[in-house]
């Protein structure tokens, strides 16, 4: 699966901001597909997931109620639209795919795409 991540930036607290991964590949309709993010200093942190056959979500605690992930089956891209953005939400976020959504939270053997950076000033 090819992945590539777009539409980071920088925003003010309390903005918001739309990420789109595109998907390409043969059987990229069989994944789960979800979005990570990485700050300066720290782990690459699971953010949320979707399953393209079935439409199903999760999302991490840090995040719930404020960002959302969806697919464009028309596009072929998942996008993740982040609300309420905070200072801390600064980093560079990534999409990635795998075969089971406990493959790709524990990232076992994500396929990932290039990272784009958010920045949230205060």
């Known amino acids: 699966v090819q992945l590539q991540a777009s539409g980071g930036g920088l925003v003010q607290a309390g903005g918001s901001l739309r990420l789109s991964c595109a998907v390409s590949?043969?059987?990229?309709?069989?994944?789960?597909m979800g979005w990570f993010r990485q700050a300066s200093g720290k782990e690459r942190e699971f953010l949320a997931a979707?399953?393209?056959?079935?439409?199903?979500?999760r999302y991490a605690d840090s995040v719930k109620g404020r960002f959302t992930i969806s697919r464009d089956n028309a596009k072929n891209t998942i996008d993740l639209q982040m609300n309420s953005l905070k200072p801390e939400d600064t980093a560079v976020y990534y999409c990635?795919?795998?075969?089971?959504?406990?493959?790709?939270?524990?990232?076992?053997?994500?396929?990932w795409g290039q990272g784009t950076q958010v920045t949230v000033s205060s």
């Open positions: 990635a795919a795998a075969s089971t959504i406990v493959g790709l939270i524990t990232r076992q053997n994500n396929d």
């Open positions: 590949g043969r059987t990229f309709r069989r994944y789960v």
């Open positions: 979707i399953s393209w056959t079935y439409n199903t979500t």
